[in-house]
């Protein structure tokens, strides 16, 4: 349990910078501070949900695009997933959405790294 309130923390942090530095990617409605961050953390369940569920089934179809590219669909990938994410987070009144692909590219990049930045700051399990 403490490592999926982590992940979804540690999720909802990625999410944070890629609004901060992307202009396409957007999660203000006007609302206070404190719905805002309910808000992301929302956001950041249904992003966790998505890369569960989703994103294994489309690297499954996708493999060879994977080899043929070395690696790099998995940008495509990404960003494929920040743009899901931003239609469920639509259809469950949230405020969260990302423009259009450019965005998702660019905030999936930075998604990523920030990701794998808390992940390393963050102790090992045992």
Do not use: C
């Amino acid at each position: 349990m403490t490592n999926f309130v982590v992940k979804t923390l540690a999720n909802a942090a990625a999410l944070a910078v890629a609004i901060w530095l992307v202009s396409g990617i957007t999660l203000d409605d006007g609302s206070p501070l404190g719905r805002r961050t309910l808000t992301l953390v929302l956001v950041a369940l249904v992003f966790g949900l998505v890369n569960l569920i989703v994103k294994p089934v489309v690297k499954l179809f996708s493999l060879p695009l994977f080899v043929l590219t070395l690696g790099l669909f998995t940008l495509v990938v990404n960003a494929l997933m920040l743009l899901l994410t931003s239609w469920l987070a639509q259809l469950l009144d949230l405020s969260f959405h990302v423009e259009n692909f450019w965005s998702a590219l660019l905030g999936g990049v930075i998604i990523s790294i920030v990701s794998w930045a808390v992940n390393l700051a963050l102790p090992e399990k045992n």
